[in-house]
């Protein structure tokens, strides 16, 4: 049970960290700053994160596997449009700047569900289930 629980782990250690990483790439493009890339992961897509977090924890509990890449894909797209549902509730309800956070929130959706594209597959390969002879 040890092994699924160090693949989940890892998986959203790197996943957190290609985001950031892809976040300043992009934030650099566009003449941010890799800082105004980790806030608006953190701000915009905190929602997101822990429901994705949070289910992946269960799935792996009650499978005792990690679950495949397909579904971790689904999952975090599912975290991506909750989150996004949040934000335009609580921008809606404070009246201002729904656009601008929506869009905020897109962008960080956008550089999640790529570092989850480019995560998923390393973790999983480097926690293949061994072969039985």
């Not at 040890?2 to 693949?7: E, G, M």
């Not at 971790?72 to 934000?87: D, E, P, Q």
């Not at 929506?102 to 550089?111: C, K, R």
């Amino acid at each position: 049970m040890i092994r699924p629980v160090l693949a989940l782990v890892a998986q959203v250690v790197l996943a957190l960290v290609v985001s950031l990483l892809v976040g300043a790439i992009w934030q650099g493009i566009v003449g941010g700053t890799p800082a105004e890339a980790a806030r608006r992961l953190f701000l915009f897509m905190d929602i997101g994160l822990g429901v994705w977090t949070v289910v992946l924890i269960v799935l792996t509990l009650r499978r005792r596997a990690l679950p495949g890449i397909g579904v971790t894909l689904i999952v975090a797209l599912v975290a991506v449009v909750l989150n996004a549902l949040t934000v335009f509730v609580v921008g809606t309800v404070q009246g201002e700047g729904v656009v601008l956070f929506l869009g905020y929130a897109f962008e960080a959706g956008v550089v999640f569900l790529v570092a989850v594209l480019i995560a998923a597959p390393i973790i999983h390969r480097l926690f293949r289930p061994a072969v039985k002879p």
